[in-house]
């Protein structure tokens, strides 16, 4: 089928190398030099998403922030302005849980299928197809994409109506945040303690400690390697989304607090750039 992707970035290029083994690949993103090696290797390059749209069955949109998943919709040259009824869009941007719906209410009343589907897995979980889906949105609409969805996720769930998906998210980026703050303090005590650190990695990642962050992310601030998985800026974005969806449930959750206090450290010294493991030269100057 025609598959259309805007946002072609650290893990959406991945997610396209992947679908292109099946599917004709339509794709759109700001800066179409990033997007050269997909073009060369059989992807179509669209113009706008308007121009995408038009060509497409299934739409998937990953890209940065809430306000450019809105234009990317409801722009002057959006989505919405040319796909057909029946096209279904899948946003796997993380997003506010509050415009997913607005999105969908949108498409709705166009004859056009909305999910929102937020993704964790990282740049590894992207190239090897086994990203964790959470969507919401129409059941039936989800069930019908879910053989797409396989192509480069292996934990998919379906959450409920729209907004779940992105509630779902929030959850997920809850546990990272602090989960990271425990990783990089951890590792800073270790080293301190005079510690072999990739001894103590051994003994606490395969006991109660053990975590995806410290398995995958702690032998990457080992070898200073803080190329992004994702983001930190992405990740901020997404803890004061968050931290905002809780206070609207009228949660407080010093933990996340903590989390997004020691992120925006590390924007300010120059890493917003990095990965989410760049949250260690934070208590660098420590040891």
């Not at 038009?54 to 722009?75: H, K, L, R």
């Not at 750039?273 to 949250?279: H, I, P, S």
Request: glycine residues 12%.
């Amino acid at each position: 089928m025609n598959i259309g992707f805007i946002g072609t970035g650290v893990m959406g290029a991945s997610i396209v190398t992947r679908l292109k083994k099946k599917h004709t690949l339509h794709i759109y993103t700001r800066t179409k030099q990033k997007a050269e090696e997909l073009i060369q290797n059989g992807a179509i390059w669209e113009g706008s998403p308007s121009a995408l749209a038009a060509q497409c069955d299934i739409i998937f949109t990953m890209v940065g922030y809430p306000e450019d998943v809105n234009e990317v919709y409801s722009g002057e040259e959006g989505i919405f302005k040319t796909a057909a009824e029946g096209t279904i869009c899948v946003d796997l941007t993380t997003s506010k849980p509050e415009l997913a719906k607005q999105l969908f209410d949108i498409g709705k009343s166009k004859g056009i299928h909305m999910i929102d589907a937020p993704v964790s897995g990282g740049d590894l979980g992207a190239k090897n197809g086994i990203l964790s889906i959470m969507a919401g949105g129409e059941e039936s609409i989800f069930n019908e994409i879910l053989p797409v969805l396989k192509e480069f996720g292996s934990n998919i769930v379906y959450h409920g109506k729209a907004g779940s998906g992105q509630h779902t998210k929030m959850s997920n980026q809850i546990v990272i945040g602090s989960t990271m703050t425990g990783v990089c303090e951890a590792l800073t005590y270790a080293i301190k303690a005079g510690l072999n650190p990739e001894k103590v990695l051994a003994s606490i990642s395969q006991g109660a400690a053990g975590s995806w962050s410290l398995s995958h992310l702690a032998p990457r601030v080992l070898n200073e390697d803080y190329e992004p998985g994702f983001y930190i800026h992405h990740f901020i974005k997404d803890l004061k989304i968050a931290l905002d969806e809780s206070k609207k449930m009228g949660l407080s959750l010093p933990g996340l607090e903590l989390a997004l206090k020691s992120y925006e450290q590390a924007s300010d010294i120059g890493l917003s750039d990095k990965g989410t493991q760049a949250l260690f030269k934070v208590y660098e100057d420590q040891i």
